[in-house]
């Protein structure tokens, strides 16, 4: 019965989007609010439709390798794209950087985080959140602007990790962290800061955090897939990519 | 092969699976005597609530814990008021949600046994002028000895595998909330897949020694 409801659901689908494609997309969760933006756009503007996923980069990895049907891949990072390309996963010479991610400290309170992070160094906090370092881009780039800033002795015995930054978002919306390390497009939409207080960090305290988009082994010759990066690159994307605090 | 990282978190894991299972035993205990013999109408709800881990994703579970254990949930407020702090990201914030987690599996074993010695035995004691409590030490809990065996298996294994309320509460921080289920998580994530190999083939040996345990012993008794 509901086999059959799918069926239909699919049929009505395919029928209404005659000319149309779909595009398997792969989307890091800190890109989640601009790529459903981008992805409605281009509906209108080129009446293919992106199914979107959303997820941690290493596990897409592991199941690009292990034959999911993704097409396009939208890392959160330049080294996974890179490697799925060595590895034969992707195709060679689509990737290129989509955005670029700004990191910021973060806390759900107003005023708690000032906009020099000395916060950080006053050390009256319980728990820092922050992305685990092993697995996600930001988690790395906290702990480099904390080297830099020689703090980072004197607050790892208090971090909380989390396996990604979506995590990390939520343990201090929570309020069980008092501040930790986010996205900026976690917190920021159209020029302003969403809720509580925050930081943007000086991009010269860390590695920037390239993010780079590539068109999997899946996608080869699609003309849904070439037509989402290229859409990625257009003016009207971009314009959606900026307005969340990244940079291109 | 196993780096301390690992052993450590192989140690903590066996310390909250036990820590659990005792807290387990002396509250599901109770809950499974009453379950057994009430015939009130709280019968039904209570036991829903003692079977709702089973049926529920552990993301729902560690997501209203998380909020609930939270700065403006009433656990959080009831821990903060006590003086304890807050409880996520820390063991024993970990042991309550394990206890939440892994009772059906304590309880329902125990609450199985309890009703099928059923009355006659113990209105035996209550004529020989054993008090209840005397009865129920000594001739209840004797009798639903297997009941207590599976109960205690069954929880400290359930613990064991833990994971989906582990990563939503833990903040896998070394030696306090990063157990073994979590570890090997990230072992995977990092495609350190054969780091992940050995906990996760542990794991699995250890998962299938205790369940062969259990039914050999089970079947030996119903023989």
């Given at each position: 019965m509901r086999l059959t409801a799918t069926a239909l659901l699919c049929l009505v689908c395919c029928t209404s989007a005659t000319h149309a494609d779909e595009v398997q997309v792969a989307v890091a969760a800190n890109f989640t609010a601009p790529a459903k933006q981008i992805a409605a756009d281009f509906e209108k503007d080129t009446g293919h439709q992106a199914m979107l996923s959303f997820g941690a980069t290493g596990k897409f990895y592991a199941q690009i390798r292990n034959g999911a049907p993704f097409e396009v891949l939208l890392a959160a990072d330049d080294e996974t794209p890179a490697r799925l390309e060595k590895e034969g996963a992707a195709v060679a010479g689509t990737r290129f950087t989509y955005?670029?991610?700004?990191?910021?400290?973060?806390?759900?309170?107003?005023?708690?985080?000032?906009?020099?992070?000395?916060?950080?160094?006053?050390?009256?906090?319980?728990?820092?959140?922050?992305?685990?370092?092993?697995?996600?881009?930001?988690?790395m780039a906290a702990m480099e602007a904390l080297t830099t800033l020689k703090l980072l002795?004197?607050?790892?015995?208090?971090?909380?990790?989390?396996e990604n930054i979506a995590q990390a978002y939520q343990f201090i919306a929570t309020g069980n962290a008092e501040l930790g390390f986010v996205a900026l497009s976690q917190v920021f939409k159209d020029g302003k800061f969403v809720e509580g207080s925050a930081?943007?960090?000086?991009?010269?305290?860390?590695?920037p955090i390239r993010q780079d988009a590539v068109i999997l082994d899946k996608g080869r010759g699609k003309p849904a897939a070439a037509a989402w990066l290229k859409y990625l690159r257009g003016d009207r994307a971009k314009a959606v990519i900026t307005s969340f605090g990244y940079e291109l | 092969m196993l780096n301390p990282a690992d052993l450590a978190a192989i140690w903590l894991t066996c310390k909250l699976a036990t820590t659990t299972t005792v807290l387990l035993l002396l509250i599901g205990t109770p809950i499974a005597w009453w379950l057994a013999r009430t015939r009130s109408w709280w019968k039904g709800p209570v036991g829903a609530v003692v079977?709702?881990?089973?049926?529920?994703?552990?993301?729902?579970?560690?997501?209203?814990?998380?909020?609930?254990m939270g700065p403006d949930g009433?656990?959080?407020?009831?821990?903060?008021?006590a003086g304890v702090g807050l409880l996520p990201f820390t063991f024993w914030g970990l042991v309550l949600a394990s206890v939440f987690y892994s009772m059906p599996f304590v309880v329902q074993p125990i609450q199985n046994a309890f009703e099928a010695i059923g009355e006659r035995p113990l209105e035996a004691a209550a004529t020989l002028r054993a008090a209840p409590?005397?009865?129920?030490?000594?001739?209840?809990?004797?009798?639903?000895?297997?009941?207590?065996?599976?109960?205690?298996?069954?929880?400290?294994?359930?613990?064991?595998?833990?994971?989906?309320?582990?990563?939503?509460?833990?903040?896998?921080?070394?030696?306090?909330?990063?157990?073994?289920?979590?570890?090997?998580?990230?072992?995977?994530?990092?495609?350190?897949?054969?780091?992940?190999?050995?906990?996760?083939?542990?794991?699995?040996a250890f998962s299938f020694l205790v369940l062969l345990a259990l039914y050999a012993f089970t079947g030996r008794k119903t023989r």
């Open positions: 955005a670029t991610g700004r990191l910021v400290l973060w806390s759900a309170k107003p005023g708690y985080v000032d906009d020099q992070g000395e916060v950080l160094k006053k050390g009256e906090f319980k728990h820092l959140a922050i992305a685990n370092p092993r697995l996600a881009s930001y988690g002795d004197a607050v790892q015995p208090r971090f909380v990790q989390a930081w943007v960090l000086p991009a010269k305290l860390h590695q | 079977a709702l881990p089973i049926v529920l994703p552990p993301t729902v579970l560690g997501f209203y814990l998380l909020l609930l009433a656990v959080g407020r009831f821990t903060e008021w409590l005397d009865a129920f030490f000594s001739v209840a809990v004797p009798l639903a000895r297997p009941g207590f065996i599976t109960a205690t298996i069954l929880g400290f294994a359930h613990t064991v595998g833990e994971f989906g309320v582990v990563l939503m509460i833990g903040g896998n921080i070394p030696d306090k909330t990063r157990v073994v289920s979590v570890l090997i998580y990230d072992h995977v994530e990092a495609l350190e897949y054969g780091q992940a190999h050995w906990l996760a083939g542990g794991m699995v």
